[in-house]
């Protein structure tokens, strides 16, 4: 695993050399449960504990004990001196039965002995104080946890494992090199930009932003899997909502009837496509309505439009878009991306088919017999900008706004020539945001967002 170099943000002595603990296994019954002690000199905390030293990266078969010497569970000790353990520090792991009632009690015997309980996402900010991952590969182990996917958990894997970081060092390297050039040519006023010109800067700068372009692609990809895309089907009752849902979920999520009103609440379904996760929401029919019910679930449709990636507007194929749909469309956030459905194409001559019309993309479909539903999906994804790739990486939004930052800055670093002390910082400018993906220029209050979201013992 890649290691970083230093951060500008320091650990704060006290607290990083406190000793800490907590259950690293998921709460409830299992066969092994994980108890993580992360600290300094654990080896007389280990002897406590279970009577044993034991050695470096061994398992060892003990006993663990309460302080009046009663046995609590038998496991495992496995002990990791520093610094060559996940957090920097001394960690003891202790692998014991899993039951929710053993591991409160290991736990409580740990914090008797000097412990305390970690904080959410305690060890993995260690870690990134210590210099074991950068910020970005800390991200990654949350991201590589909560993968909804199998393709973004291998995206997490490269991610983890360096790849993303090794990429933005990459763009440092070339924006410092860039930076070096600029900043020795305003020593000599009088070669400027001939300078540049003679060492190449420019060349320099074409090829800077054009690697900057695939990386922000591939993080751009590695952001859908992560997050997937929201997608709200609206419409008139009865036009075939809850069926679609149906169809692409390959399940019965949504009650279906013949009576208009029938879905007056929100229904959810998560499914794959391309390993993309797309999270479709049916929502009560729009129209006007004396039921207070299905008022409420109107409502409800509309918040779930102003949050929507896509909004797929469902209309009856035998009636086309009419007054009722237009009043619908109107009301709809301008940059909205919609998609048209024409259902029910099985009760007509037409045929599953994509066409662009005035107002969008239309598909031609029938949610009852599935004709025409691959089409849709398709779609979804060329809206989300998905193509197929193995080698995109998890990224997070506040990636994606750092590597958008940095291209505005190079932008606008052209924009500024020949003034070269302008030239000069926005480079200046784009190198901080770039630095701030991976943790080398970071303020404490963004690492307490980012690890207070981890898990306890992580």
């Known amino acids: 695993m890649a290691q970083r170099p230093p951060t500008t943000v320091k650990p704060e002595s006290g607290e990083n050399a406190a000793t800490i603990a907590a259950i690293a296994t998921a709460p409830g019954r299992g066969g092994i449960g994980v108890i993580r002690v992360a600290g300094a000199s654990l080896l007389e905390f280990a002897e406590a504990l279970s009577g044993r030293r034991p050695l470096a990266r061994r398992a060892t ?32 792991e202790l692998h014991g039965h899993g039951g929710p009632v053993v591991m409160q009690m290991l736990l409580v015997r740990c914090l008797e002995l000097g412990a305390r309980l970690a904080d959410p996402g305690e060890f993995t900010r260690r870690a990134y104080l210590n210099g074991k991952l950068d910020l970005a590969q800390a991200e990654a182990v949350i991201d590589l946890i909560d993968a909804a996917t199998a393709a973004a958990a291998r995206s997490a894997v490269r991610s983890l494992q360096g790849e993303f970081s090794g990429e933005v060092r990459v763009l ?28 190449d800067a420019f060349g320099r700068l074409d090829r800077l932003e054009q690697r900057l372009t695939r990386v922000f692609e591939r993080a751009r990809q590695g952001r859908l899997l992560q997050g997937g895309l929201h997608v709200v089907l609206v419409g008139k009752p009865n036009v075939g909502k809850s069926s679609l ?43 006007d309505t004396e039921d207070q019910i299905e008022r409420l679930g109107i409502e409800r ?158």
């Open 61 to 92: 078969l003990c006993e663990f004990r309460a302080a009046d010497h009663v046995v609590i569970d038998t496991g495992l000790l496995l002990y990791f001196p520093a610094p060559h353990s996940f957090t920097g520090d001394d960690v003891l």
């Open 172 to 199: 440092l390297d070339q924006l410092i090199e860039l930076r070096a050039l600029v900043e020795a040519t305003l020593d000599f006023p009088d070669e400027d930009v001939d300078f540049l010109e003679a060492a």
């Open 245 to 287: 849902l149906n169809r692409l979920a390959g399940d019965e999520v949504a009650i279906v009837t013949p009576l208009p009103g029938t879905t007056r609440d929100l229904v959810r379904s998560t499914l794959q496509v391309e390993g993309i996760p797309l999270h479709v929401i049916d929502t009560a029919g729009l129209r």
């Open 301 to 458: 449709t509309w918040r779930e439009i102003e949050r929507a990636d896509v909004v797929v507007l469902l209309v009856d194929a035998r009636t086309g878009v009419g007054d009722a749909e237009r009043v619908i469309l109107a009301k709809f956030p301008a940059k909205l991306a919609r998609v048209f459905v024409y259902n029910k194409i099985d009760l007509t001559s037409r045929a599953a088919e994509r066409r662009e019309e005035a107002d969008g993309v239309a598909i031609m479909l029938s949610a009852r017999s599935g004709e025409g539903s691959e089409l849709l999906r398709q779609e979804l994804l060329r809206i989300a900008g998905w193509h197929p790739a193995e080698d995109v990486f998890i990224a997070r939004e506040r990636h994606l706004h750092a590597l958008a930052e940095t291209r505005q800055n190079i932008d606008a670093a052209r924009r500024q020539l020949p003034s070269l002390e302008l030239f000069a910082e926005e480079l200046r400018l784009a190198q901080l945001a770039l630095s701030r993906i991976t943790g080398e220029y970071s303020a404490d209050d963004l690492l307490g967002e980012i690890f207070g979201r981890f898990c306890i013992g992580k």
